[in-house]
């Protein structure tokens, strides 16, 4: 059974750090494309950072210098550091997993996803 659990979320303000996790389980971790999403109030979810299974990552051009995706393979957890957080990234953290991050597929697996709020 497919499992991503989200954790690390918070209040936090404006300039503030945190770090979220994703813990994995179910699937060959260390072979997965992973990625972060997010989804404020009554705006469409977005692509935060992915990282492939050879450590390639890629980010949002407004999450670019502040946050750092990272995965633990042992550990089979994926991290998403956060610095200089501003208003504009209040919204439900997401991870979730797919094939390869080259590949023009849907993400497979999702996580329930873990709440970052911050206040200016």
């Known amino acids: 059974q497919v499992q991503l659990v989200e954790s690390g979320g918070g209040s936090v303000q404006s300039g503030g750090s945190l770090r979220l996790s994703c813990a994995a389980s179910?699937?060959?971790?260390?072979?997965?494309?992973m990625g972060w999403f997010r989804q404020a109030t009554g705006k469409e979810r977005e692509g935060v950072a992915t990282?492939?299974?050879?450590?390639?990552?890629s980010y949002a051009d407004s999450v670019k210098g502040r946050f750092t995706i990272a995965r633990d393979n042992a550990k089979n957890t994926l991290y998403l550091q956060m610095n200089s957080l501003k208003a504009e990234d209040t919204a439900m953290y997401y991870c979730a997993a797919r094939a390869r991050c080259a590949l023009p597929i849907k993400y497979a697996y999702w996580g329930q996803g873990t709440q970052v709020t911050v206040s200016s």
């Open positions: 179910g699937f060959t971790f260390s072979s997965y494309c």
């Open positions: 990282i492939d299974s050879d450590g390639r990552t």
